[in-house]
């Protein structure tokens, strides 16, 4: 199992990125997908998840109306839009992988991808 997030930058407060997760050996109808995030100095944090059926998508709550998480129809490919950001949605950015009732928390986890760094300026 691979999975790699794509997609982080600098970005100026208010703007928009739209992060990607490239997945390859998943077992795409047993699995949950999520993205998570850490900023310097804090614990990782849940942000979305859904099921691989495109449905139950959930956010925290400090970003609800802002992202949007989705997949690709055709291949094995996550997103995370990002809109209005904000200075505090400064982190690396990660996706992950595992059961859909287990991944709110990093410990339900059971693939992760390589971070990507999202920077919000002021």
């Known amino acids: 199992v691979q999975l790699q997030a794509f997609g982080g930058g600098l970005v100026q407060a208010g703007g928009f990125l739209r992060l990607s997760c490239a997945g390859s050996?998943?077992?795409?109808?047993?699995?949950?997908m999520a993205w998570f995030r850490q900023a310097p100095g804090k614990e990782r944090e849940f942000v979305a998840r859904m099921n691989w059926a495109g449905f139950h998508d959930e956010y925290v709550d400090s970003v609800k109306g802002r992202f949007t998480i989705s997949r690709a129809t055709s291949e094995p490919t996550l997103y995370l839009e990002m809109t209005s950001l904000k200075p505090e949605d400064t982190a690396v950015y990660y996706c992950a992988s595992g059961p859909y009732a287990e991944i709110v928390v990093p410990g339900g986890v059971r693939y992760w991808g390589r971070g990507t760094l999202v920077t919000v300026s002021s």
């Open positions: 050996g998943l077992a795409l109808s047993m699995y949950g």
